[in-house]
């Protein structure tokens, strides 16, 4: 309550003012010409931005003028009806006055408010690309370098290959990792236009698949995606995230010989796909909880817990949803929903 | 050997990706030139005339993208633009400019070798005829006799299918984009891309063994589609 009992203070201060200004002026000047000093008082009120203490200044304007200069002065009579009229038109004067220096204040705010949070947004955008620069700099040198070395007749040993494989391997899981920290932040941002195309689903799996060729070397891929699947609408960028993160997922909790399924089927108006691997399944209760940002399974291996919470946010971005369940047999079965039509 | 070997023109701020890139270029048996900078990569693309621009898009000085629309006011040589992933826009907006490819950061050195041997191999082969067979794995494409097979089987194609095919043959390793194919297969804005899409699927249908898991035609997400290059 303090600062707005202050504005009252203040406009107590200004009916007091515009009434000492109106003493040492009256001498020479009409009584009506009065009544502009006390909308400059309410003026200067309004100006600070509270609507109470600004109605309240008009009223004291009105209450002054009347009591000190109109006459018989010092009382609050009337002596010529014609005055009432001037209060009336003095007080809806100060009002309206109030009313636009109010809206005009708070338009002014809003676009300063606006103005800083672009301000923000441009700054979070720029520092998100920094970041991303230097972080995938390195990571490009070190995964080229490993490469070229790999590709040259090296001096040999027996762990020579094995090693820098290892450091190629672990520095692409990293960029991957980068990767999803990037985007995270990006969803997060609010700032993410989905670019939706109509795409087979079949398309989008096959380069998530594709993107996975070396953690997926050796393992089995049972896929059930019916040719004549309809199209969907979706951003085929974001929706080959998901899936990279899903089937790694499934890489990752599976360790071992098992395969991984994948399929999609059409249900009513929507696109049903499931990732299914055969691993240890889900411990987390309640099971959604592995959709939390940095959740992790206790005695996992690996996994910042990003992926899955990205898969949640793109897939509810499209309207859809995704649901993890243990899996009749073992393991652990993600079903995803997408819808068929744009609900604008 | 006793060919000049061919020179690549490596543009990128980072001392760390042009010392790696050196290496494995030069390994493979390439002449190097590094530029720093854009201004640097225009005055070494004009004097020394390189086969092959490797551009990053990063540029302290200018634009990547203003340095190549530079290049290519006065040469044909093939560039191929590098950039981060997640800049889909800038990958095509550089394909649109005309950039012969792109590589999206990190890259793997078999990678951007492929991509150098095809770039090289189309700056030669505009001089002289196609070659009139593509085979990749299983998958031959006759282009006189306008078939097409799978192992040993033969592949019928609907004219669209084998249109598709062809265009992506001529350009064989090579990316090309959604628009340009929209362009070669229908009359101007007489299709969308959803009807390519639609069309790739079913081609990869008919010409993939495993159509999720492709071998042969692979798409690049939000900027076209490659046919893998063919075997040497």
């Known amino acids: ?344 | 050997m006793t060919a000049r070997p061919k020179t690549v023109l490596v543009v990128d701020d980072e001392t760390a990706i042009r010392r790696f890139l050196r290496a494995a270029l030069e390994e493979s048996g390439f002449a190097v030139l590094e530029a720093f900078n854009g201004r640097m990569a225009l005055e070494l693309a004009a004097a020394r005339k390189p086969d092959v621009i490797l551009l990053d898009l990063g540029l302290p000085d200018m634009d990547g993208l203003d340095a190549l629309k530079r290049m290519r006011e006065w040469t044909s040589a093939p560039v191929i633009v590098v950039s981060v992933r997640s800049d889909e826009s800038d990958k095509i907006e550089g394909l649109d400019c005309g950039a012969d490819d792109y590589l999206s950061k990190p890259f793997g050195v078999e990678e951007l070798l492929a991509r150098i041997r095809v770039a090289l191999r189309r700056a030669e082969r505009v001089r002289e005829d196609p070659e009139p067979v593509y085979s990749h794995e299983d998958l031959r494409v006759d282009l006189v006799g306008r078939r097409v097979w799978l192992g040993k089987k033969e592949v019928r194609l609907s004219p669209l299918q084998y249109a598709l095919l062809s265009s992506l043959v001529r350009n064989a390793g090579r990316v090309v984009s959604q628009k340009q194919l929209l362009k070669d297969l229908w009359p101007e804005g007489s299709s969308t891309p959803e009807a390519l899409r639609i069309l790739v699927h079913q081609t990869r249908h008919r010409i993939e063994r495993d159509p999720v898991r492709p071998r042969h035609l692979k798409t690049e997400p939000a900027v076209g589609y490659r046919l893998e290059a063919l075997d040497d």
């Open chain 1, 1 to 344: 309550m303090g600062p707005l009992l202050r504005e009252y203070g203040i406009a107590l201060a200004a009916a007091g003012l515009c009434t000492a200004a109106c003493f040492a002026i009256s001498p020479f000047t009409a009584l009506t010409d009065l009544a502009m000093v006390y909308l400059i008082g309410t003026t200067v009120v309004a100006l600070r931005g509270s609507w109470g203490p600004s109605v309240f200044t008009s009223l004291l304007g009105v209450l002054c003028f009347n009591f000190f200069f109109v006459p018989p002065r010092f009382t609050f009579v009337v002596e010529h009806p014609q005055y009432v009229v001037t209060f009336l038109v003095m007080f809806s004067v100060a009002m309206v006055i109030s009313r636009l220096t109010f809206r005009v204040k708070t338009q002014s705010e809003e676009a300063r408010r606006l103005e800083v949070s672009a301000e923000a947004e441009r700054l979070r955008s720029s520092l998100l690309s920094a970041v991303s620069h230097e972080l995938r700099t390195p990571l490009t040198a070190i995964i080229g370098s490993a490469g070229s070395l790999l590709h040259a007749p090296g001096p040999g040993g027996a762990h020579w290959r094995e090693l820098l494989e290892n450091i190629r391997e672990e520095a692409e899981r990293l960029a991957r990792l980068v990767h999803n920290l990037i985007e995270t932040t990006r969803l997060e941002s609010g700032k993410v236009r989905l670019k939706k195309e109509l795409c087979p689903i079949e398309d989008v799996i096959g380069t998530a698949l594709g993107r996975l060729d070396k953690p997926l070397a050796g393992r089995e891929v049972r896929t059930e995606l019916p040719e004549s699947l309809p199209l969907a609408p979706m951003d085929p960028v974001l929706m080959e995230l998901v899936f990279v993160n899903l089937i790694e997922n499934a890489v990752r909790h599976a360790s071992g010989p098992f395969p991984i399924d994948i399929s999609a089927c059409e249900q009513g108006g929507s696109l049903e796909i499931v990732v299914a691997d055969r691993g240890p399944g889900l411990r987390a209760e309640p099971i959604e909880r592995i959709f939390e940002k940095f959740y992790r399974e206790s005695g996992s291996s690996g996994g910042a817990g990003l992926g899955l919470a990205i898969c949640k946010a793109v897939v509810e971005a499209h309207g859809g949803g995704i649901r993890a369940e243990n899996r009749t047999g073992g393991g652990a079965l993600f079903r995803l929903t997408l819808p068929r039509k744009d609900r604008a």
